[in-house]
């Protein structure tokens, strides 16, 4: 049986900076699975940057200012002491990226240049172009080939294994072989990704962000902390859902309805196109609702409008995004404007991680970083430029965390595996011999479907029953989904059928989170309660699977030095 | 309605065929929403990978009617328009192992690519405390190199790397070892350009297949020079490779021609060009190709020539 001292599950920022740490000094046996080869996780899709104080543009921002800033943009849901310690660490970490070798775009001064982004008080966005991410993923990348980090590549996670509420190990699909192996492990980090292609379509994400660590964390009876928080980013391209940087807005970009007017005016008349993200989201919406977008219906839009930047600025700030917008939207924004909508983009909820400062979870030996969980820095909606950073800061925490965790724990019990592994083995041979069924692309659409319409960016209590009604009922017609592969090597029908049995769960907690909470807060605005609710709702979510069965509890916010105030732009 | 037929390259592991499909023409779509709706609806058992959708996770290259490109920002209208068919074949890229379908194993190349040491070998300016100062002419160096996604496009064109794979170094490995060898931060760059001089540099064939079909115009063709370039200021003038160059830079700097007689004996020696190529060369002068008596004399304008290169050393000091 495979044996290891710490397997990180996601090879993006969070599982390869988990990785290095917890391999420094090379004392313990650490293995990544991956689903994907490395270079192509998700953390490579992160354009406009990392915030960090770094003061390199303005020596009057401080790492106090980017805590206060995260707080209020997370409307107040954040834990304090977790925000203030990403903060006040972030700038040893940009240093640290830089010493891996990051291409950082520079100042005049030879220092890494920062840019203004949506919510931020300070330009304090370290960037590398419009490519932040991906150079980020690269360079640790690198590192861990530098460092030999063994990776299992291809390998899909279909179980955490826990027993009397401990961590056993976990068994895991590789795709090549067919084969389902048991592995050993005294301890894990989760650094699987987010989960919003519980959208389908209407996502920035890449077609395999299913949350497929969270789920099994889930199933395996960790709660999701705060999950009804999702944040749907300004600027996707209207008709593929595809990211625009926040870059866009933060180096000058205009939003215009059809009449021709910058409604951001009515908005944030302050910060305007630099309001955050749910803020700027809402906007658009509203917009559209009220007859000043462009189309009509799903097809609806409005415009950024980036000529007055010039082509000289866009070429050099911008290049990917004028790439993006001519490919497919076949818009040349040195032109013309460009046609956008909120797509799906970032889950601010996720695996309940109790220790800021190890990233572990209820369940010992299991640790947790990146979208995948929450810690939570990000409550209520997510900074632009705060999720690079946080996955390759917890990563290197929950790497540590995890380094300590396999010092002290031993290795799991074999038959408990073997058990599981087996379960498993039985439901890959049902599905392979399985001749007929239900589509599970057509589950999945209606997942997303119902989801878009029902649990999107505007809620209501009626909407959102319906789309419970309709998740509890693709769940039944999951247990009779038809994938149509037979073959054991290779079979990606499977993995997408485990996918969607992840994405099923996931939406469902997602949606429970968002009826109960009867209030409007960051990312998770209701029309039928309009306004933020501190007596009763300045609280976690936390909900919980036991069996089939779906509950929820609240978890006091952690505040230490910012009283909730009325959230201004 | 127009169809495009699709004649996609399956593997199981053990055998190979050719599917087809046939697909009901859209305006405006990708060769990945071709690929996905041909498994989605009608065949879930065709394997190939994608994950990003816009040109950023380098997954989803595939060739098309014996050329690569990156299923996801490859156009469908302007793969048909190039080749003038509907009829498209699709295979997995070349110069790499085939796991299943159109689906490729690259953990074999990243062993290769340890070679050139490919991370930074940070000099003493900077700690991992504090990170570094650098220019932002020095960062331009880097940043068009750094926008490697790692596709296989270049590496499934290379001509050379089709006939040599054990001894040549894929393209976008050749990328890495420049990124770092030009990176101000990295103290060390003859520990990335000695493994690439040792695995063959000189026998790139100019064809230009890498540098033509780079999904992120990376100049590649331009970094295999410099790096060649750079090795030869290491002082290793002591190869084909570097006598070759030489050899075309004195003749026509002398005569403003090529002396092809003498052009493989300044490269390979006298006493190999006599044991090897002897052979060669008279069948050449039987048919006409040579003439071992003509010495070429300078060219009209050779004050010209010498000018060039005059001016072109000014420009590179």
């Known amino acids: 049986m495979l044996a290891f001292d710490v397997v990180v599950v996601g090879a993006g920022g969070a599982g390869m900076m988990a990785a290095l740490s917890a391999s420094e000094g090379k004392d313990l046996n650490v293995a990544v699975i991956s689903k994907v080869f490395p270079t192509r996780s998700h953390t490579g899709a992160a354009q406009g940057g990392i915030n960090a104080a770094m003061r390199n543009r303005d020596n009057t921002d401080s790492t106090e200012k980017h805590f206060r800033d995260t707080v209020k943009g997370s409307d107040f849901l954040a834990d304090q002491d977790a925000v203030e310690f990403f903060t006040s660490k ?49 360079a640790l990348y690198e590192q861990c080939l530098k460092n030999n980090v063994q990776f299992l590549n291809e390998w899909f996670l279909l179980s955490t294994v826990v027993e009397d509420g401990k961590l056993e190990g976990l068994v895991a699909m590789d795709i090549r072989s067919g084969k389902i192996h048991p592995i050993q492990t005294k301890s894990v980090v989760i650094a699987s990704g987010g989960f919003g292609r ?76 630099l309001g955050p993200r749910d803020l700027v989201s809402r906007s658009i919406e509203t917009e559209i609702r009220e007859g000043r977008g462009f189309g009509e219906g799903m097809t609806s839009y409005v415009l950024m409008d980036l000529r007055h930047l010039g082509e000289q600025k866009i070429m050099e700030r911008l290049p990917q995004v004028r790439e993006l917008a001519m490919e497919f939207e076949g818009v040349d924004i040195i032109k013309e404007p460009v046609p956008i909508r ?18 572990s979870t209820p ?37 540590l965390g995890a380094k300590a965790s396999a010092k002290r724990r031993q290795l799991g019990n074999a038959q408990r595996l073997a058990g599981e592994t087996a379960k498993w083995e039985q439901e890959f041979q049902r599905i392979r011999e399985k001749q007929s069924g239900i589509s599970m692309f057509d589950i999945r659409n209606r997942l997303a479907e119902t989801m878009w319409y029902n649990v999107g960016i505007f809620r209501t209590e009626q909407d959102m029953k319906k789309a419970y009604d309709t998740i509890n009922q693709l769940i039944n017609e999951y247990e009779d989904a038809y994938a149509g592969d037979p073959a054991e090597k290779y079979n990606m029908a499977f993995i997408n059928y485990v996918e969607l049995g992840n994405m099923l769960k996931l939406a469902k907690a997602i949606t429970l989170g968002a009826i109960h909470r009867k209030e409007s807060r960051g990312s998770h605005s209701r029309a039928d309660y309009p306004a933020r609710d501190d007596a009763n709702f300045l609280r976690h979510t936390l909900v919980y699977k036991d069996g089939e069965n779906y509950r929820h509890e609240y978890l006091p916010v952690t505040i230490t030095k910012y009283q909730p105030e009325e959230r201004k732009y | 309605m127009e169809k495009i037929s699709c004649k996609i390259k399956r593997f199981n592991g053990s055998e190979a065929w050719y599917q087809e499909y046939e697909v009901p023409y859209e305006k405006g779509k990708t060769i990945l929403w071709l690929l996905t709706t041909i498994r989605e609806e009608q065949d879930p058992t065709l394997n190939f990978t994608s994950a990003c959708r816009h040109a950023i996770c380098g997954s989803c290259a595939v060739r098309i009617n014996g050329n690569a490109f990156l299923a996801c920002n490859t ?96 393209p976008f490995i050749l990328n890495r070892a420049y990124r770092f060898a030009v ?76 002396n092809e007689t003498m052009l493989p004996i300044k490269t390979d020696g006298l006493v190999h060009t006599a044991m090897t190529k002897v052979p060669f060369a008279l069948r050449m002068i039987k048919k006409g190709k040579i003439n071992p008596f003509h010495f070429p004399k300078e060219v009209e304008g050779i004050a010209g020539v010498r000018a060039l290169y005059e001016y072109a050393k000014e420009v590179k000091d």
């Not at chain 1, 520079?106 to 932040?132: E, L, V, W």
């Not at chain 2, 328009?81 to 790499?96: A, R, V, Y």
């Not at chain 2, 695995?199 to 063709?221: D, G, R």
Request: aromatic share 8%; charged share 25%; net charge negative.
């Open chain 2, 75 to 170: 156009p469908l209208d302007e793969v048909i328009e190039t080749f003038d068919t509907m009829t498209l074949t699709f295979e997995p890229l070349q110069n790499f192992e085939v796991v299943k379908d159109l689906v490729i194993v690259w953990e074999p190349k990243m062993e290769k690519m340890k070679k050139v040491k490919p991370w930074l070998e940070p000099t003493a300016n900077g700690s991992k405390e504090t990170g570094f100062l650098q220019t932002e002419e020095e960062f331009h160096q880097i940043a068009a190199p750094t926008d490697c996604i790692l596709c296989g496009v270049c590496a499934s064109e290379c001509n050379q790397l089709t006939v040599n794979q054990d001894g040549y170094l894929e």
């Open chain 1, 90 to 138: 972030m700038p040893s970490v940009i240093a640290e990226l830089d010493y891996y070798g990051v291409p950082f775009s520079r100042d005049q001064n030879g220092r890494i240049a920062q840019r203004p982004f949506g919510g931020a008080s300070s330009p304090r966005t370290c960037y590398s172009a419009d490519k932040t991410g991906h150079v980020i993923l690269h």
């Open chain 1, 363 to 399: 369940i010992d030996g299991i640790h947790a970083a990146g979208e995948c969980c929450s810690v939570s820095i990000h409550g209520a909606n997510r900074l632009g430029g705060n999720s690079v950073a946080d996955v390759v800061f917890y990563g290197k925490y929950a790497g």
């Open chain 1, 198 to 273: 519980i959208y389908w379509s209407r996502t920035t994400n890449a077609i395999n962000m299913t949350g497929d660590g969270t789920a099994a964390c889930f199933e395996a009876g960790i709660p999701l902390k705060d999950p009804e928080f999702v944040q749907f980013h300004p600027t996707g391209l209207a008709n593929t859902g595809i990211l625009l940087s926040e870059a866009c807005r933060g180096e000058g970009g205009y939003l215009v309805n059809k009449d021709g007017e910058r409604f951001m005016k009515r908005y944030a008349p302050e910060k305007m196109e």
């Open chain 2, 183 to 258: 990176d101000s931060r990295d103290g060390s760059p003859e520990e990335h350009l000695r493994p690439v001089l040792e695995n063959e540099l000189w026998k790139c064939l100019h064809c230009m297949q890498c540098v033509s079909k780079c999904p992120k115009s990376i100049p590649l063709t331009d970094e295999i020079a410099y790096l060649r370039s750079e090795t030869m200021k290491m002082g290793e003038m002591n190869n084909q490779g570097a006598k070759h160059a030489y050899a075309f830079h004195d003749d026509v700097k002398k005569k403003g021609r090529l």
């Open chain 1, 342 to 359: 909120p797509s799906c983009h970032y889950m601010m909820g996720g695996i309940h991680v109790t220790d800021h400062e190890t990233c």
